[in-house]
């Protein structure tokens, strides 16, 4: 890969949420971060995104590392657990507590206010940016707020091996949900920097979002990673796969008798690499510069 060089100390991480078994979307997205990140020397993260506790589901973060090792990904170290990395979160907000305002919008109302005329879907509408003390005071008596980030309409350019350069502006991203508790952005922003990763291969679905947690590492005085967003998974309708598609799970295969090295096979095939007996194997053929540009279509 451009940049790197051999022994590299850098890291590659796959970060999935406890939400569920993972599919076979999935498990290619953590087939192609290990490929990656063994390919260039670097250590290989597993992190466990657990802080949106009213999904996360019990014994599904043992079960999807049972999945990721009958693949035979290996990782280095311990699993990074979210729920309990509170204190580095809380550290991160305090720096940025100057560059935060409370937000007292329901997603409804941000819903609303993004499609208006003037507004974009996707894009925080800015309805409290610009709220005064007194106005905010009389909004938290009704409800408590999240924290946003004063992006203040920046540009930030990022660097994926598949997209190349992207730039895109800044949105006023949340960094502390109302609950009190970190937001996505920040706890992956501050946790790939801890944990020295400079390299995220996810799915490009989340694309856009790196964008916002590129500016939100500089910001913090972390180098943004390389970015890697590879092609999701869908399914004959060309929607992104879920479990309810059928037999997607190893679980579910195994029971059709398809085994995890027979997974591997469809994983490697479905990057135009031959079946093999170990993901190792895959290593000496694996070149990110070749991968398929569209979805793989499990149907
Ligand atoms: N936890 C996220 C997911 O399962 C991935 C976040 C990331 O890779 O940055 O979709």
Redesign the pocket.
Same mark, same amino acid.
């Given at each position: 890969m451009p940049g790197t060089s051999p022994g590299s100390t850098g890291a590659g991480r796959y970060?999935?949420?406890p939400t569920g078994e993972l599919h076979l979307g999935n498990l290619r997205t953590a087939v192609l971060a290990w490929l990656f990140a063994r390919s260039t020397d670097r250590r290989y993260l597993l992190r466990i995104?657990d802080l949106d506790a009213t999904r996360v589901r019990l014994g599904q973060a043992e079960q999807q590392q049972a999945d990721l090792a009958a693949l035979g990904l290996d990782f280095d170290g311990e699993p990074v657990v979210q729920s309990r990395r509170g204190a580095a979160y809380t550290e991160a907000l305090a720096t940025l507590a100057n560059q935060t305002y409370p937000c007292f919008c329901t997603r409804r109302e941000i819903a609303e206010a993004a499609s208006a005329p003037n507004g974009t879907i996707g894009r925080y509408p800015g309805t409290c940016r610009e709220l005064t003390p007194a106005e905010q005071a009389v909004r938290a008596r009704q409800r408590s707020p999240a924290l946003r980030l004063r992006a203040d309409g920046a540009h930030q350019t990022i660097r994926d091996v598949r997209y190349g350069k992207v730039t895109g502006q800044v949105d006023d991203i949340v960094v502390q949900r109302n609950d009190g508790v970190a937001a996505y952005n920040l706890a *992956?922003v501050v946790d790939d920097a801890a944990s020295g990763i400079d390299q *995220?291969v996810?799915?490009d679905d989340?694309l856009p979002a790196a964008i916002n947690q590129a500016y939100l590492a500089t910001v913090l005085g972390a180098s943004p990673p390389l970015y890697g967003h590879v092609s999701l998974a869908v399914n004959g309708a060309g929607v992104r796969l879920a479990k309810r598609d059928g037999a997607v799970t190893l679980a579910d295969l195994a029971l059709r008798g398809v085994s995890a090295i027979d997974v591997l096979g469809l994983i490697a095939d479905s990057l135009g690499l031959p079946a093999v007996d170990h993901v190792a194997e895959l290593l000496p053929q694996f070149d990110p510069q070749r991968l398929p540009d569209h979805p793989w279509v499990i149907t």
């Open positions: 970060a999935p949420s995104e *992956v *995220v996810r799915g989340l």
